[in-house]
């Protein structure tokens, strides 16, 4: 049960939402109390580290990991750009289907 536990601890920061769908169909299926229980315990944990790298995020960067924060903003910018460039070259932004209006018959 603590790996379980922990792995919902995860899932919660990955996505909230991820966690209704996890919980509905675990098996066997837990009690309304057990699961009141973990998404409480896994809503803290997640609202505990988010605070917490929110707080020491910028010290960790920069006195752990020596990333300075500029650099990072780049490389995301760089990221962000080359997966919006990709996704326009492969036509995820065009629409091919007609427009919903363009869908009522007039006649």
């Known amino acids: ?9 995860f899932l919660a920061i990955i ?8 919980l509905s169909g675990y098996e066997p299926k837990l009690t309304f109390r057990q699961v009141l229980e973990l998404s409480w315990k896994s809503s803290v944990a997640a609202f505990l580290m988010l605070e917490s790298f929110s707080l020491l995020g910028h010290n960790i960067l920069e006195k752990v990991f020596r990333i300075d924060p500029c650099a990072l903003k780049i490389t995301g910018g760089i990221v962000v750009f080359f997966i919006g460039w990709k996704a326009i070259r492969e036509g995820k932004f065009s629409s091919s289907r007609r427009a919903p209006c363009a869908m009522i018959s007039t006649n």
Do not use: D, G, Q
């Not at 049960?1 to 601890?9: D, V």
């Not at 996505?15 to 996890?22: A, E, H, R, T, Y």
């Open 15 to 22: 996505n909230p939402v991820s966690k209704i769908f996890f």
């Open 1 to 9: 049960m603590n790996t379980f536990n922990n792995a919902l601890y």
